[in-house]
């Protein structure tokens, strides 16, 4: 069965530092690009970063971009997201999901709906004072 699996959520003070991991399992990642998305009531879903297997290829939606990392690591079949200088609006349920394909990272791959091959739980970033 193919599973992601995403943790690290949690409650962080503006200002703050979070990070969050998505893990695959039953497949490796090496072959996917990976992208984190989030989503707070009442709000469409936001694509917030895009890592692909293209070396260093990598896509910020415009409201994480200076703040948000993504990074992975294949051996361990985990693609992080490091979020700092977080802000109340950054409040939402983080989802990542996986296709499979050689695209480089790019907006149409942020934007996209899918659909995709692998798609996580979620899990919550809370971000207040």
């Known amino acids: 069965q193919l599973q992601l699996v995403e943790s690290g959520g949690g409650l962080a003070q503006p200002g703050g530092s979070l990070s969050l991991s998505c893990t695959s399992s039953?497949?490796?990642?090496?072959?996917?690009?990976v992208i984190w998305f989030r989503q707070s009531p009442g709000k469409e879903r936001e694509g917030v970063s895009c890592s692909s297997i293209r070396p260093g290829s990598r896509f910020y939606g415009d409201s994480v971009t200076g703040r948000f990392i993504t990074s992975r690591d294949n051996a361990k079949n985990t693609v992080q997201l490091q979020m700092n200088d977080l802000k109340p609006e950054d409040t939402a349920i983080y989802y990542c999901a996986a296709l499979k394909t050689d695209f480089y990272c790019s907006d149409y791959l942020l934007k996209s709906s899918g659909p995709f091959d692998v798609w996580g739980q979620g899990t919550q970033v809370t971000v207040s004072s």
């Open positions: 039953g497949f490796t990642l090496d072959e996917y690009a």
